[in-house]
């Protein structure tokens, strides 16, 4: 069974920094492309960032691009999403995802977290 458990959230003031975290477990860490997705009430998933099984490839949402950068440690079993220059309206829950390849598309991965909370006060 693949577990995916993120950690990191919390409430930042607007144009501050966090650095959020996924393990995963329970499969071949390093056979994965992870995403990084958010969800704001009332709102649908967006694609936030992803990363390759090697790491050598990364995109990003077009709204995250130059602030945030989406990592991973294959001995660890973990990937991260250093987020900089955080808006109020980046507030959301953020999951992070594992499939066969790094994509855009929620629906292109197998596996999710639950989720952990942004909140980015003004």
């Known amino acids: 069974q693949v577990q995916l458990v993120e950690s990191g959230g919390g409430l930042v003031q607007a144009g501050g920094s966090l650095r959020l975290f996924c393990v995963v477990s329970g499969g071949a860490f390093g056979n994965y492309g992870m995403g990084w997705f958010r969800q704001a009430p009332g709102k649908e998933r967006e694609f936030v960032a992803a990363i390759s099984w090697s790491g050598n490839s990364k995109e990003y949402g077009d709204s995250v691009k130059g602030r945030f950068t989406v990592s991973r440690d294959n001995t660890k079993n973990t990937v991260a999403l250093q987020m900089n220059s955080l808006k109020p309206e980046e507030t959301a829950v953020y999951y992070c995802?594992?499939?066969?390849?790094?994509?855009?598309?929620?629906?292109?991965?197998?596996?999710w977290g639950k989720g952990t909370q942004v909140t980015v006060s003004s």
């Open positions: 995802a594992a499939g066969r390849q790094a994509k855009r598309r929620a629906g292109q991965y197998d596996y």
